[in-house]
């Protein structure tokens, strides 16, 4: 191990030395200053928090991201072009101490690298607030929707109610002679559609509930409850908004007929936008003490006249600081930077630097949007579908996803917390299989390799 940590050394070295690096550098030490001091998101605390740090980490991510493949690829293809490798097998040192050597410090590097300027960023991100002069009540607004940890509970859906429903429609479609001549797989999964939408949707006049499980705030008396969600409206109502009553609460208390709340039930007037997030608050009191909430909406008649579709409903509850989240945020970064470290590295042990750095950068970008190209391959017809679920979804489902749940940014931005759970599992897969099986493979490929040709 002693000769991999040498060669990790004189890879570091010979990172340092390319222009690349210390044009990255350059570059975040000047563009994260200036952004924390020019993004102002929509004008409030709390907008220019969530625009500094999604900006600045996605930034930072991209770039050694970027920085991370030049080094791994560059390394041990230059030792083989210029012929310096010819020094190293000669003196007896194993070739997958070599292979381990480049990975260590193309990993090493951009994780140190990573380290700083992610101190960098959570000391710009804790600063803003003291200089930007803002309102008291713009600063207790981002001290609980930013500077957090929440964890989100989403509302049950019983799709075995859909599934029921569905099943009801097509032996009435059937008994009146007025299913149509398609394949049952698309007729199902059309009513499906259809029973989802109904589930989501509020006409004029009706009430919608939402019941959660598994909510438990802090027992402190300041903590809150959090609903979060989005909607549109069907007709869109003239000025875009949308007047609703809403009540937070265990609705079983009167559903059973009980007499006397053990908890209370709060209730909410609010008139808002349609296809915007939004958010309200309630005291946490309001769950039970079993974790169970309900959420409940009044689509009234007097102020509206338009159908309510809740594309999203949430609710959140507080679990931690944003210091250990931040930290878990930073782990998430690291993983990627490491298994593009151990890609690099093992393509070079068979490609030349170019083609290496581009099938290491379609990788890169593929996991960027891979979950947006799983979807899009469900949303294709039967023949091109196939082709692609043969081809493309399986390289998909080969590399790690970097967008979705994966995303460092998403996670500050709204102040969900990142589970330590959830960064195990990843590291599990992309480090432990993925980035495992990538070197297992650049060894092998490596230690069979001819370096040198023996002329006479």
Not at 71 to 81: A, I, M, P, Q
Not at 91 to 109: D, H, M, S, T
Not at 333 to 352: D, E, N, P, Q, Y
């Amino acid at each position: 191990m002693r000769n991999s940590w040498v060669i990790a050394k004189n890879t570091i070295a010979q990172a340092v030395r390319m222009k690349v690096a210390a044009a990255v550098i350059l570059l975040l030490l000047v563009l994260l200053p200036a952004m924390s001091w020019m993004l102002t998101g929509d004008g409030t605390l709390l907008g220019r928090l969530q625009s500094f740090s999604s900006y600045s980490i996605s930034l930072v991510g991209f770039l050694l991201s970027v920085l991370t493949i030049a080094v791994s690829c560059y390394s041990l293809h230059t030792d083989l072009r210029t012929r310096t490798i010819d020094l190293v097998v000669t003196k007896p040192i194993v070739r997958y101490q070599i292979v381990l050597g480049k990975f260590l410090g193309a990993a090493g590097l951009n994780l140190f690298l990573l380290a700083g300027f992610s101190c960098m960023i959570y000391g710009l991100t804790t600063a803003i607030p003291r200089f930007s002069k803002a309102p008291e009540d713009q600063l207790a607004k981002a001290q609980t929707e930013f500077f957090t940890a929440r964890r989100v509970v989403a509302p049950q859906m019983s799709e075995e109610e859909i599934s029921r429903r569905v099943e009801e429609r097509i032996e009435t479609l059937r008994k009146n002679r007025q299913l149509p001549e398609l394949p049952m797989s698309e007729i199902r999964a059309t009513l499906w559609e259809q029973e989802r939408i109904a589930q989501k949707s509020v006409e004029v006049a009706a009430v919608k509930e939402w019941d959660f499980q598994t909510v438990f705030p802090p027992k402190d008396p300041n903590s809150v409850l959090f609903v979060r969600y989005k909607f549109q409206a069907t007709p869109e109502p003239p000025n875009q908004e949308v007047f609703g009553e809403w009540r937070v609460g265990d609705f079983r208390q009167f559903r059973t007929g009980l007499r006397e709340y053990k908890t209370p039930v709060y209730g909410v007037e609010r008139s808002e936008s349609v296809r915007t997030l939004h958010t309200f608050t309630v005291p946490a009191d309001a769950a039970a003490a079993d974790g169970a909430v309900t959420v409940g909406f009044f689509n009234s008649p007097e102020r509206n006249f338009s159908t309510v579709i809740f594309d999203q409903m949430e609710v959140l509850y507080q679990v931690g600081g944003f210091g250990v989240n931040f930290f878990r945020v930073v782990l998430l970064m690291a993983i990627r930077l490491v298994f593009l470290a151990a890609l690099g590295v093992s393509l070079s042990t068979w490609l030349s630097f170019p083609v290496a750095a581009l099938f290491s950068l379609m990788v890169f970008f593929a996991g960027l949007i891979n979950g947006f190209i799983l979807e899009s391959i469900e949303g294709l017809g039967a023949v091109l579908g196939l082709v692609y679920r043969f081809t493309i979804r399986w390289f998909l489902y080969a590399i790690p996803r970097f967008d979705g749940p994966y995303s460092p940014t998403d996670y500050l931005v709204s102040g969900e917390v990142l589970s330590w759970a959830f960064l195990g599992k990843a590291v599990l897969i992309t480090l432990a299989v993925q980035m495992v099986l990538l070197l297992v493979i650049g060894i092998w490929i490596f230690s069979r390799r001819e370096i040198a040709k023996i002329t006479v």
